[in-house]
């Protein structure tokens, strides 16, 4: 797990709650999930994939959460099956470069913010080109390093998107350039109060 997303910093967002709520979308195996169902976070997952989210049932109940199987979920990000605002922190790692097209992404987005509590924290980690050149395919489709195509934001789109959110920003956009492979940014929003 990001070491930028800590169990003190998931507790800050639980203002109304000792055990915060966190949505991991695009959860695969769980790896971001291990410290967080130890730490007695009450955890809801999603993912495509079902044997992914089979592992992370298994893993809950090894731990002794307690938490109901209903918690995970296999779906779409841009169509998932919780209510509005159930989490305090919504984590999104490494899934939203799969995006098909802008309207795809959009989707994605709209729902990570949907489900989203006010006050709460939605932490990112997607594919940009911030810091590298990628050959462009269509629109924000470009090839990465291995030759697949990947849906790669930049700067001005993350902050266009934080502004039409209105969202703050917690933490400046931070990107990883891995080995000249491909670009990893970490874009970290919180979603205000509707009186604030």
């Not at 002794?64 to 159930?86: A, S, W, Y």
């Not at 098909?100 to 990570?112: K, P, Q, S, T």
Request: net charge negative; hydrophobic share 40%; aromatic share 8%.
């Amino acid at each position: 797990m990001d070491k930028s997303i800590s169990t003190s910093s998931i507790r800050s967002c639980a203002a109304t709650s000792s055990r915060p709520c966190v949505l991991d979308a695009g959860c695969g195996y769980g790896r971001n999930l291990v410290h967080l169902l130890r730490e007695g976070c009450q955890v809801f997952a999603l993912d495509a994939n079902a044997e992914g989210v089979e592992h992370v049932r298994r893993l809950s109940a090894s731990l002794g959460t307690g938490l109901p199987d209903e918690n995970f979920k296999v779906g779409p990000i841009e169509r998932m099956p919780f209510g509005d605002c159930v989490a305090d922190v919504v984590i999104c790692n490494s899934v939203l470069h799969f995006a098909r097209d802008d309207e795809h992404f959009r989707a994605m987005i709209g729902e990570l913010w949907r489900v989203l509590a006010p006050g709460g924290m939605l932490f990112c980690r997607l594919g940009s080109r911030i810091g590298m050149d990628f050959q462009p395919v269509r629109g924000h489709i470009f090839v990465v390093g291995d030759g697949s195509e990947w849906f790669l934001v930049d700067e001005e789109m993350l902050l266009d998107l934080t502004d039409e959110l209105d969202a703050i920003l917690v933490d400046p956009l931070k990107t990883t350039i891995v080995q000249d492979y491909r670009c990893m940014t970490t874009w970290v929003l919180r979603k205000r109060h509707p009186d604030a």
